[in-house]
């Protein structure tokens, strides 16, 4: 089944570790995108790459960087990670035509922890 | 701006009982587009439904249907005979055609349906 798969599905970090997340799609979407989430909030837009092209959101901050190095994959890599970071990181897929504006498809998330 | 507006922050219902859960939006784009998305405790947020605004045909699917009115600028989602895994948070979100790429997603509703 084509699916949004994000690896791991639990990753443990101690404070100022970097650490990496992954994201991969068999959607073959043009879009890809990070979402931060923590307790009892809705989701919010870190990045997104529309194919090559990356979108940085005007408040997320410099400690989160984002690849893409193929259309298949994407990464979320967090240079510091503080306590404040500790939160479900949910990778999203879209298919954009440019002439409307599809459903995104959510991966599992990953939920990290700062210790 | 854009804002979406999910008053109801939990619901609790008894199975089999309907439950209607209300969304309303704000957007000053003429075309736009309105999601309803599940995310059970197990965390992905699942689709549900996407529905453009030049179409504000209801919609029944099972046991979902959805209420698309302009006039009241809202998208509720009604739940017909609730079960036991209905339970979960529920969020509506808005993408307006002046967006980059943006879902505004409301706070989103806890439904608990109780055996």
């Known amino acids: 089944d084509a699916m949004v798969i994000q690896n791991p599905r639990y990753q443990v970090t101690q404070f100022g570790k970097p650490v990496t997340l992954s994201c991969s799609q068999t959607?073959?979407?043009?879009?890809m995108y990070w979402y931060q989430q923590k307790s009892s909030q809705a989701p919010k837009l870190l990045f997104h790459y529309y194919d090559k092209d990356f979108n940085n959101e005007a408040d997320t901050p410099d400690n989160f960087q984002s690849r893409r190095p193929n259309t298949s994959f994407c990464f979320l890599d967090i240079r510091s990670p503080g306590l404040g970071d500790a939160a479900m990181y949910l990778c999203a897929t879209s298919r954009d035509s440019g002439s409307s504006y599809n459903e995104q498809f959510f991966g599992p998330g990953t939920r990290l922890t700062v210790l | 701006a854009q804002k979406v507006t999910q008053a109801q922050t939990e619901i609790s219902v008894v199975e089999k009982e309907d439950v209607t859960l209300d969304c309303v939006y704000e957007t000053r784009d003429t075309t736009y587009y309105l999601f309803w998305y599940k995310q059970p405790p197990s965390g992905e947020l699942v689709f549900l439904i996407r529905r453009n605004s030049f179409d504000e045909q209801n919609e029944i699917s099972g046991r979902y249907s959805w209420n698309f009115q302009k006039s009241t600028s809202s998208f509720n989602f009604t739940i017909t005979a609730s079960q036991v895994v209905d339970s979960a948070v529920y969020f509506c979100?808005?993408?307006?055609?002046?967006?980059?790429?943006?879902?505004?997603f409301g706070q989103g509703t806890t439904l608990q349906v109780k055996p």
């Open positions: 979100a808005l993408y307006g055609s002046g967006n980059t790429g943006k879902l505004i």
């Open positions: 959607l073959n979407h043009n879009v």
